[in-house]
Structure formats: structure tokens, C-alpha cells
């Protein structure tokens, strides 16, 4: 037996997880937890809020592959956790949760700021548990294996307040089990008839997503297309699961000029899904074509219909094909080229030469990023945009939730994508709704000397919301951004802040070699949007 408390333990196994970062809000029912993380990790960041302290674990989380965390006290500081804790169970993101409760004496019957976190939490994450002394060792290690096994997600763990300082009495010597990810290499399918159905197929288009994230199915991925010829379309957050200056690169579904990508999809004769989520969907799939699918998890969601399947790890499941393949390629690459070029035609419209549009503010912030460069979106009629013009060369270096879709999660997403990365650079590419909501945040990262670039696409609307009154010829109602003094805003919070309405006005403001977060916000003119979603 060792003589750990359930506090040090829960440490403990985060530390051997891989876990830097916890990020949360205090409470005093969570401080001889935070006491035990504070010599030896992990660290724990406060943020100005329990609900970006979630959105930032999920953003780190999202970045490194690990397990995130984030930390609460009980009732208001729980509540407020939940918005992120759905969100990584919807993007498919391996997170722990932790929330104190009142000590266990009072537990069953007390009132004040008394939740059951149980039933809170149940919706949305893959398990709720109770964290006690006599069975911490074991419910810990089924917590960190359900958080990241395939599907990854949340899980949320209560610990009353008393719980944390008591030794644990369930815990084997030296049995720390980090939690492993993701699916392993088995593979579960019919003999050679996945095979055999891509080698009948004259048009096939391969349809990556999170899965193929997941399993590390880069290369992969990247040797199939090559060798069968095959177009590559990525879900929003798998971008850069193949390099987007690959010839064999055909643009990202469900974002900025969308039609040009689902008309491909419908006129091939294959889609060949891999580690694709129906999750990574904005618009309902109404094509068609058959789909072999490729994923760690069974077709279960049945959004398509799938005659064939392939189930276990993507990158085992595409090298297997990629060996037996002998077929000529079935596209050229000039075609996929002609594709790509339809693509940018279809994201440029509604362009308004000599103001600021939308789709250069993210070229020209692209441009300016070093390699490497971490970019993270909000969500709004930007992030359908940025989706499709930013270029990402790697996976996890574009993040974007797709999943809950929360409004308040670009911001935080960067702030921790800066202190799980150290030294990366990094961009938040966000609304000026989403930014209104998170805005304060920016106090943590100037604290913690983060050269964070932050981009607010400044339209004075919840834009996406604006359009959809529009196209049913509603007046617009609720849906102004009151307009603040953003640069202002930024320098109040230890920022710098500037404002710009051109493209050289941006190409000056930019620069990523800095100490201090930087916050510019970007006039933007919104016909683009109003041209193309
Ligand atoms: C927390 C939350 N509330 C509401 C929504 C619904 N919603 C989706 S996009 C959007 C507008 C976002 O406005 P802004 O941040 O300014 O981005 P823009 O669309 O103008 O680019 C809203 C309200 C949401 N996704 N998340
Ligand atoms: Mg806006």
C-alpha cells in the first residue's frame, strides 16, 4: 500500500499521463488538491472563469493528443464547467473534469450550493464518478482509460472535500497505468472485400476526420492518396491531417463554399471514409454515394449508410489497403488541381475590392505566421471561413470545434495551446461575439508573458445569426455586437491592442516575435459572407 491521499494520487496519475496544465477556479473544497499539485505539477493556471478554464483544458488537450484537465469547486463552480465538458465529449476530446463537493457527512442532505453533479454532468460526458478514498486507485484509472479510449471524451469526478486528504486504501504499489490512446492496431473487417471495393471504384474521394487524428494517420493517409490517386477531403477539425498544399488535397467539408466540396462528393462513385465523425457535419448528408467506412469506431451513428466496413486504428487500416493496392491511379492530379481551383473561386465570392474582406484577413494572417504557427478559431461565419482559407501544413496545429460548436472557446483554446506548446507560436482567430464573451481571459495570458496574437473579426454582428434572419426576411433583432473599444479593451488587460480596416494596415500591425499578447481587431466588410453561406 503506499501512503497517498486521494489528492496526491489523483496528482499523481495526471503527472504520469502527461498532464502540465490544470486549469481552473478555486474553491475551498478543491485546495488540498491544489495544495498537492504544488511542488510537483501539475500547475495548476487560473482562469477568470470556470468556463473558459474547460474550453482551455479542451484546447490543450486538442493540441498535444494528452488528456486535459480542468478543476471547480462545487455548485456555481461546477455549473459553469459545463459548457466545455460537452464540448469535449462532442469534439471527441479526451478531458477530465474535476469538481469539490461539500464533505461527505453532509453530502446526501445539504442544501447550500449542493448539485448533483451526477446528474449534471451524465448528458454530457462519457462517465460520471465519485472519487473516495477506498476505491480512488481504481476509479481513477477507469476515469483516465474511458476519458481517451476510442471515442475519446469527458469524464467528470466529484471529490468531497474530505475525501481529498484521506489515504488511499485501494492502491497497489507502483501501478500507475497511464491511459492509452488511441485504438489498437487491430483490425475487424470482412477478408478483401474493403479492397475490392475501391478497386471496383472509378472516382473514389478519401473523406478524413478526427479519427485519423487520433491515430496518427498522417503518413498513412498521405502514401494512400499518392498511390491510388485519391482526392482528400478533411472534416473542419481534422485540418492538416494531410498538408493543404498537397496536390492530392481537396478542401474541407462543411466550410466556406461547401457546394463546390459536397458536388464531389456526390458525383464520386466511393467515398472512403477515414476516422470521419458525422459530428465534423454542419449540413444534413443528402448524397448518395456508397461509403466504405474506416474508423475506430462501428458505423453506429448511421448519419450514411455504409455496406462495408473497416474498424480499428485508421492509420493500420489505410496502410493495409495502401499495400495490397495495384490498381492505376484514379485521379490526376491536375483534376484535383481544377477542383481546388473551383473551391477558391466559390470561398472568394461576394470579394469587395478595396476593403478588408474576411477571407484576407485570414490570407494575409497565414502569411505572416511562422511554421509551426498554432491557430485556433471561434465559432461564427469567421470560423466557416477560416476553416477553409487557413492553410494547415500538420495536425493539431488548426484547432477548431466542431462538435458543441461554443461560442467562447477560440479565445481560452489559444491562451492554453500557448502553455502546452511552449515556445510555439500562436493565433486566435475569433468573432467579435465570441471575443466579448472571453475578452477578460486575456488578463491570463498577459500574466503567464504569453505572445499570443489575437484576431477579432470586427463586424459589429453575431454575423451567422444575422444571415439566417435575413434569408427569412426577418428584421434583425438581438443580433448587433455592441461595439467596444477593442484596442482599449486589450491594453486594459495588459495587451496591446490596434485597430485596422486594410490589408497593409494588418500586414504592418502583425507580428508574432513578441513578449505580451497582441490583440488587433480587424474592420472587416461582411459581404463575402452574405455572398457564399
Ligand atoms: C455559446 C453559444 N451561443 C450561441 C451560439 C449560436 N451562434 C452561432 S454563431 C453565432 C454568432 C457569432 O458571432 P461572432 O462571434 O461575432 O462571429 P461572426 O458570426 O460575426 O463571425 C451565434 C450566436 C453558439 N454557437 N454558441
Ligand atoms: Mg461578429
Same mark, same amino acid.
Request: charged share 20%.
Given at each position: 500500500?503506499?501512503?497517498?491521499? +486521494? ?13 502540465t ?8 473544497s478543491?485546495v ?12 495548476t #493556471? ?8 474547460a ?5 490543450a ?8 484537465v480542468?478543476?471547480?469547486t462545487?455548485?456555481?463552480?461546477? +455549473? ?8 469535449a ?15 461527505s ?5 445539504? +442544501?447550500?450550493?449542493? #448539485?448533483?453533479?451526477?446528474?449534471l ?12 478514498p477506498?476505491?480512488?486507485?481504481? #476509479? ?18 466529484t471529490?468531497t ?6 489515504t ?17 492496431a +487491430?483490425?475487424?473487417?470482412?477478408g478483401?472485400?474493403?479492397?475490392r ?12 476526420g ?17 498511390r491510388?490517386?485519391?482526392?482528400? #477531403?478533411?472534416g473542419a ?20 463554399g ?17 476516422g470521419?465523425d458525422?459530428?465534423e ?9 456508397p ?25 493500420a487500416?489505410?496502410?493495409?489497403i ?19 481551383a473551383?473551391l477558391?473561386?466559390a ?15 485570414v490570407?494575409?494572417?497565414r502569411?505572416?505566421?511562422p ?8 465559432v ?8 477553409q ?33 511552449p515556445g ?5 482567430l ?23 496574437v ?10 451567422r ?18 461595439r467596444?473599444d477593442?484596442?482599449?479593451l486589450?491594453e486594459?488587460?495588459?495587451?496591446d ?9 494588418l ?7 513578441r ?8 474592420r ?6 452574405a455572398?457564399?453561406f
Amino acid at each position: 500500500m503506499t501512503s497517498d491521499t +486521494t489528492a496526491t494520487l489523483l496528482a499523481s496519475y495526471l503527472r504520469q499521463a502527461g498532464v502540465t496544465h490544470v486549469f481552473g477556479y478555486p474553491g475551498e473544497s478543491v485546495v488540498d488538491f491544489m495544495e498537492a499539485t504544488r511542488d510537483h505539477g501539475p500547475a495548476t #493556471v487560473a482562469a477568470v472563469r470556470e468556463a473558459s478554464a474547460a474550453f482551455m483544458a479542451e484546447g490543450a488537450a486538442m493540441c498535444t493528443g494528452q488528456l486535459g484537465v480542468c478543476l471547480s469547486t462545487l455548485g456555481p463552480g461546477s +455549473t459553469a464547467l459545463l459548457n466545455g465538458v460537452a464540448s469535449a465529449t462532442l469534439d471527441r476530446v479526451p478531458m477530465l473534469a474535476i469538481s469539490g463537493q461539500v464533505d461527505s457527512v453532509r453530502e446526501q442532505y445539504w +442544501t447550500h450550493q449542493l #448539485v448533483d453533479h451526477n446528474r449534471l454532468f451524465a448528458p454530457v460526458s462519457k462517465l460520471t464518478a465519485r472519487l473516495e478514498p477506498r476505491s480512488a486507485d481504481t #476509479v481513477i484509472r477507469k476515469a483516465l482509460r474511458t476519458a481517451t479510449a476510442e471515442r475519446p471524451g469527458a469524464v467528470h469526478l466529484t471529490v468531497t472535500t474530505d475525501s481529498f486528504g484521506i489515504t488511499v486504501t485501494d492502491s497497489p504499489d507502483g501501478a500507475r497505468v497511464p491511459p492509452l490512446t488511441p485504438a489498437a492496431a +487491430t483490425l475487424d473487417f470482412y477478408g478483401e472485400e474493403p479492397l475490392r471495393r475501391l478497386s471496383n471504384a472509378r472516382r473514389p474521394v478519401l473523406l478524413a476526420g478526427g479519427g485519423a487524428v487520433r491515430c496518427g494517420a498522417t503518413q498513412a493517409l498521405t502514401a494512400l492518396a499518392e498511390r491510388a490517386g485519391l482526392p482528400v #477531403v478533411v472534416g473542419a477539425m481534422a485540418k492538416g491531417v494531410i498538408s493543404e498544399d498537397h496536390p492530392y488535397f481537396a478542401g474541407v467539408l462543411d466550410m466556406a463554399g461547401h457546394r463546390v466540396i459536397w458536388d464531389l462528393l456526390a458525383r464520386a462513385d466511393l467515398i472512403v471514409t477515414a476516422g470521419f465523425d458525422p459530428v465534423e457535419l454542419i449540413t444534413p448528408w443528402q448524397i448518395a454515394t456508397p461509403v466504405l467506412h474506416v474508423d475506430t469506431t462501428p458505423n453506429t451513428d448511421q448519419v450514411y449508410p455504409a455496406a462495408t466496413e473497416i474498424v480499428g486504428n485508421v492509420a493500420a487500416a489505410l496502410a493495409w489497403i495502401d499495400a495490397r493496392w495495384d490498381g492505376e491511379p484514379r485521379w490526376a492530379p491536375g483534376e484535383v488541381a481544377a477542383h481546388r481551383a473551383e473551391l477558391r473561386d466559390a470561398w472568394q465570392a461576394g470579394y469587395v475590392p478595396g476593403r478588408l474582406n474576411p477571407s484576407e484577413v485570414v490570407s494575409t494572417v497565414r502569411e505572416a505566421a511562422p511554421a509551426g504557427t498554432i491557430a485556433t478559431a471561434d465559432v461564427g461565419s469567421h470560423k466557416i471561413m477560416t476553416g477553409q482559407a487557413w492553410v494547415s501544413r500538420a495536425p493539431r496545429e488548426t484547432l477548431i470545434t466542431n462538435g458543441l460548436s461554443a461560442m467562447g472557446f477560440g479565445l481560452p483554446a489559444a491562451i492554453a495551446a500557448g502553455l502546452a506548446r511552449p515556445g510555439a507560436p500562436v493565433v486566435c482567430l475569433t468573432g467579435d461575439g465570441g471575443f466579448a464573451m472571453t475578452a477578460t481571459e486575456l488578463s491570463v495570458a498577459a500574466r503567464h508573458g504569453l505572445g499570443l496574437v489575437v484576431i477579432v473579426f470586427s463586424d459589429g454582428s453575431l454575423n451567422r445569426i444575422e444571415l439566417h434572419q435575413q434569408s427569412l426576411g426577418y428584421p434583425l433583432t438581438a443580433t448587433s455586437v455592441d461595439r467596444t473599444d477593442i484596442p482599449v479593451l486589450a491594453e486594459a488587460l495588459g495587451c496591446d491592442g490596434v485597430r485596422v480596416d486594410s490589408v497593409t494596415g494588418l500586414e504592418k500591425a502583425l507580428d508574432f516575435q513578441r513578449a505580451r499578447p497582441l490583440v488587433i481587431e480587424a474592420r472587416i466588410d461582411t459581404s463575402q459572407y452574405a455572398a457564399q453561406f
